[in-house]
């Protein structure tokens, strides 16, 4: 392959993007860095762009899962049944608990702002 590829950004569109930050912050601990017409949040080493509806232009509600095309994120953190109970005290909700989908591997999906579907896993020779 004659080009290399690399991740820059994930880009969301959303009714109140401080509140969009916001949670993203509060709950996963990413960085707030407000830009020219966007607020972006800089979570686990990427970049996420939170930007305005523009005035009256329609917008579509997120599809019903499952969908096709974009279905989730997923997180990668450490000791994800602590931090599972981390954000359940905080009021997150959870679309499914904390479970070993295979040999190494434990996974849960939470609902983000404006549902957005977000996994966090944890790859770890324990889970068995």
Known sequence: M???VTWDHVHLRSPDPEATATWLRDVLGGEIVHAPGRIDVNLGGAKIFIAPLEGDNAVNPPPPHPH???DHFGLTVKDID???AEIKA???TFTREPTTIR???RICFIRGPEGISIELLERDKKYT
Do not use: S
Request: no cysteine; glycine share 20%.
């Open 90 to 92: 905080k009021g997150v």
């Open 82 to 84: 602590a931090v599972a």
């Open 68 to 70: 096709q095309g974009l």
């Open 103 to 105: 040999p190494g591997v």
């Open 2 to 4: 004659p080009f290399v």
